[in-house]
């Protein structure tokens, strides 16, 4: 859609069209909402001001890149967002080249900005890459890397801050908000630079120094000090929802040639009352009713999660020396109840995994028990910690693994299946995993009291299956044989997967052999000699990847162990897998059986 020509009363017209027709899709679809709604006049105003064809339009995380998609001819395609074989909810340069990266973690974009603009220098093509990123991402260390080179390059770049939640700085009312303006525009900057010129060349140094210091002094009352600091321009805080200040004010910065970061202040929820403000519910939603803002009842068992947070509540009221931490999703862990409850023993250190990691190796050398909430696809984030500052040293933290396995309609950036795989090979980890809502209490008792090193439990997203083996506590390194069968097979589930094996055993006539395997990392080598000797033929299930995953562990072990099996797993292909229903990918995936 080319909205070049479009006046300030057709963009707002069309601001209001985006609105509703992100509300008519996500309120039957789900996805992410009030950040969203909050960026779509700051979207009209990059594709108004700059060219979408030849300037990067990088969005960090990109769970608000909502309006420019039904901006860059995906308005019909929009009712497909995040349904399998439809379009996805973050950008996606397969789904259009319109959109510039694969983006699903936060606090990319500003290094992939300085990746850009150093390509167009090399090239000597005239493009400015332009970035929004949101308040929350600027909490994590990664945008601070990107931003010391950028300030040491000067490289062309527009940062826009979408500043919906959280301020960097107080600003200081009108006074502030017309200085700052007034530094970005193109009278002072000439200005200065002439004056700059002047003092260098005719002037003493003492009164140089002095004309720096009265710069620098105007500089701290508005509230971009801290970039102006790092070498980077400031403009801001303007009205995010203002589509005139936000073109003209990204007009005079697509003209500076070197990087600004354009400060805008915006309304999370902004155009449906009901989710305007800070609420983290309206963050990521499922399907709701329009006219009331009630979220679709889901019928059923309790999400694991639901249970972890009331297992380790209970937990932490007996024994003080639990504590924990998640990275910016206390609701989406179920750390809130713990944080209200036990604030100075549970924390949430925002878009932060690796110090979050760090932090509580800390903890556990000071004799405390830490756990770790974070999703498996997060998680990724401070492998180096895992390693470095937990493993190595033996240090008995918690990782409580959310989200294992497929989690649906957030795809091939937020799917959990590669845990298993880079854990499994740390020295000094113990992996283990509950079956169902009984067993995962279980886990975490097992947990609470493991001092042995650093062990890790996964669980998926939503509710355990039902299954109507009686839960036992953990031994460690102990699998359980819930049904000997008389044929050669035997299905070994893993997990969530010890659910699927069962479901799958009831649709064959053979009576076949049912084992949870429950520790991945020490295998139980005794029962497993013991089961080659009856079975013959093992089938793995585990929402894992294939490559590294439980398989492969038990191909080691029969392996050395010089055991005549034959294995197939059924764990995931050496692919990304992408978003929609679970069990449709599932389906795609091959397991229709799993499926019923």
Known sequence: MDIKNKNIKELEQLAGDIRERIIEVVSQNGGHFSSTLGAVELTLGMHKVFDVKTDPFIFDVSHQCYPHKLLTERWDQFETLRQFGGISGFTKPKESDSDYFVAGHSSTSISLAVGAAKAAKLQGI???PVVMIGDGSMTAGMVYEALNELGDIKLPIVIILNDNEMSIAKPIGAISKHLSRALAGKTYQGIKDKVDKFIKKNLPEGATYLAKRVEESLKL???GIMF????IDYIGPIDGHNIEEVCETLEVAKNFGKPVIVHARTVKGKGYKVAEGQHEHWHGV???CVESGEFVKKSGNKSATQIYSEALHKIASVDEK????TAAMPSGTGLDLLMRDFPDRFWDVAIAEQHAVTSMAAMAKEGFK????IYSTFLQRGFDQIIHDVCLMSL?????IDRAGIVGADGETHQGQFDISFLRFLPHMTLFAPRDAKTLEYALEFAKDFESGPCAMRYPRGAFAELEFEPTPFEYGKAEILKKGSSDIAFIGYGAGVGKAIQTAKLLKEDITLVDLRFVKPLDSHLLKELANDTKHWYIF?????QGGVGSALLEFINDAQLTIKLKSFEYPDIYIQHGDTKLLEKDLGYIALTN
């Open 322 to 325: 639990v504590v924990g931490v």
């Open 221 to 223: 009352i508005t509230p």
């Open 228 to 231: 102006e600091e790092m070498g």
């Open 126 to 128: 005239k493009k400015v």
């Open 542 to 546: 585990s929402d894992s990847q294939k």
């Open 286 to 288: 499922g399907p709701f």
């Open 396 to 400: 008995p933290v918690t990782f409580a």
């Open 370 to 373: 830490p756990f770790v909430t």
